[in-house]
């Protein structure tokens, strides 16, 4: 049997895989992207991303700016005061740029893309996104989500990382994805730039569902650790990391108060203890959390029938 290797993080794994490019002048770099939206519960993937510019004190560099992408009456610009001057800020995606060193000494970039998911024309913005990271020497991307999910708040949930790439999940221990169903702008960008042959890894949070009110400092920290790993580099989480304590505390004082929120925690704790997979158990644990809301908005099962 042939020896395993060991893994790498995606950084080792991109500078391996990726011939030398035309533009040998240019630092290579690693784009992290996170929208605003259905894939983004409790703001935790861009929070993340923004907590990643801040870390990197990286700067602007160009923006995507709406090429009829957005419905105006669900992603309005939001009218503002500047030096006593109204302007509108509209939906747009930022590209910020920083600068860093590898373990082994080399020189990289990263380019941090956030924004709105675009309501239209996704081929397109995908497109559009896809040369502003050829026009900066992107070697690999990683895209963050943050879903809802039956977990209780109480237990360890690191983030997860996926890629339709089987080579590139051998080099950093990714798993295959087996989701079926409706997808964000984060599914189809790392599709189509796994398809372009860019490589490319998914890497999502868990939200607790019963308590996925943004923000969510501890599914956010996730993501900020699973990207230290990825990157070979060391953020400074000290205040996400204050901000998860004063969340749990502030859940544990929640499950104080209501018995059937913490019945229902409870049944998650045994689910993830147990490891159980069982299709009954994830019944069970949806029946409780339907109870559980009934009894929160002080219904008796019946409600829903009344007008």
């Known amino acids: 049997m042939a020896e395993q290797q060991p893994l790498k993080s995606f950084l080792e794994y991109v500078n391996q895989v990726q011939p030398e490019g ?15 939206g259905w894939n983004d519960a409790g703001e935790a993937a861009t929070s993340a991303l923004n907590g990643l510019v801040f870390a990197m004190e990286a700067t602007l560099r160009t923006r995507i700016k709406d090429k009829d992408y957005y419905d105006y ?22 590209f910020y740029l920083a600068k860093f060193t590898a373990a082994d000494g080399q020189d990289w970039q990263l380019l941090l893309a956030t924004g709105q998911e675009p309501n239209f024309r996704w081929r397109e913005f995908c497109a559009d996104v896809l040369t502003v990271a050829a026009d900066h020497n992107v070697k690999g991307l990683i895209v963050l989500g943050a879903a809802l999910a039956e977990v209780p708040h109480t237990r360890a949930t690191p983030a997860t990382i996926t890629s339709e790439d089987a080579q590139l999940r051998a080099g950093v221990g990714a798993t295959e994805s087996d989701y079926e169903g409706p997808t964000g702008i984060t599914g189809i960008l790392a599709y189509t730039a796994s398809q372009a042959g860019l490589p490319t890894l998914s890497m999502w949070a868990q939200v607790p569902a019963y308590v996925s009110q943004p923000p969510v400092p501890k599914a956010t920290l996730s993501l900020l650790r699973r990207l230290e790993q990825q990157l070979g580099l060391h953020f400074d989480t000290h205040e996400v990391e204050e901000d998860s304590n004063a969340w749990m505390r502030g859940v544990a004082k929640l499950m104080e108060e209501d018995e059937d929120l913490a019945a229902y925690v409870a049944e998650l704790e045994h689910a993830a203890d147990t490891d159980t997979v069982a299709e009954s158990s994830g019944d069970i644990i949806a029946q409780e959390f339907e109870r559980y809301l009934r009894r929160r908005q002080g219904g008796s099962g019946t409600d829903s029938d009344q007008s």
Do not use: S, Y
């Open 22 to 36: 035309e533009d040998e002048q240019k630092l290579p770099t690693i784009m992290v992207a996170a929208f605003e």
């Open 73 to 94: 009456q669900f992603v309005r610009p939001v009218a503002m005061r500047r030096n006593g001057r109204l302007v509108h800020v509209w939906p747009q995606t930022d």
